[in-house]
T-cell receptor, first 113, second 114 residues
């Protein structure tokens, strides 16, 4: 069974601060995704990283996939209250996994004005 | 497109009652999934389907059943509700591409079993 350990579980910061969320596994994934979920809604995809060592930027968000494709990080620069939400990483094993994803436990981010 | 829709939004059941959570997608996606989300536990896969007539168990299938008679619909059945099934249930769909699998989620059904 593949597991994804996400940390920290909770993050409470002030507007303007930087933060990093980590997603680690002992298993190799063919791709890794980051989702954001707001209260009362389903998760929405932010980004997919596919290649080991890949870095993707989405405005103030930077996503990195580890060289060995076992870990990933999400870095937010100058956090804003609108960034508040639950962030989930999800790994895709590829091959005959029928698109199934393994999700981390999630990081609840609160950005205070 | 409406995307993925789920009904009902909220439901309270008594122990032993049965119900069906409805899920539909209008994106012509082959793959569909049912997850449950408990606080601090992320999303756990209950059942999935790779096409009409084909379903398989996920990580936590006990107490649930599914069917997939059409590409669009993927209902989840709870036969004998138990307090342990109190959770938020999400349906998702995807059209897998090589190396990735973006999943599109519905808004969820919040179920309480008393």
């Amino acid at each position: 069974t593949q597991l994804l350990e996400q940390s920290p579980q909770f993050l409470s910061i002030q507007e303007g601060e930087n933060l990093t969320v980590y997603c680690n596994s002992s298993s190799v994934f063919s791709s890794l995704q980051w989702y954001r979920q707001e209260p009362g809604e389903g998760p929405v995809l932010l980004v997919t990283v596919v290649t080991g060592g890949e870095v993707k930027k989405l405005k103030r968000l930077t996503f990195q996939f580890g060289d060995a494709r076992k870990d990933s990080s999400l870095h937010i620069t100058a956090a804003q209250p609108g960034d508040t939400g639950l962030y989930l990483c999800a790994g895709h094993a590829g091959g005959t996994s029928y698109g199934k994803l393994t999700f981390g436990q999630g990081t609840i981010l609160t950005v205070h004005p | 497109n409406a995307g993925v829709t789920q009904t009902p939004k909220f439901r309270i059941l008594k122990i032993g009652q049965s119900m069906t959570l409805q899920c539909a997608q209008d994106m012509n996606h082959n793959y569909m999934y049912w997850y449950r989300q408990d606080p601090g536990m992320g999303l756990k896969l209950i059942y999935y389907s790779v096409g009409a007539g084909i379903t398989d168990k996920g990580e936590v299938p006990n107490g649930y059943n599914v069917s997939r008679s059409t590409t669009e619909d993927f209902p989840l059945r709870l036969e004998l509700a138990a307090p342990s099934q109190t959770s938020v249930y999400f349906c998702a769909s995807s059209y897998p591409q090589r190396g990735t699998n973006e999943q599109f989620f519905g808004p969820g059904t919040r179920l309480t079993v008393l």
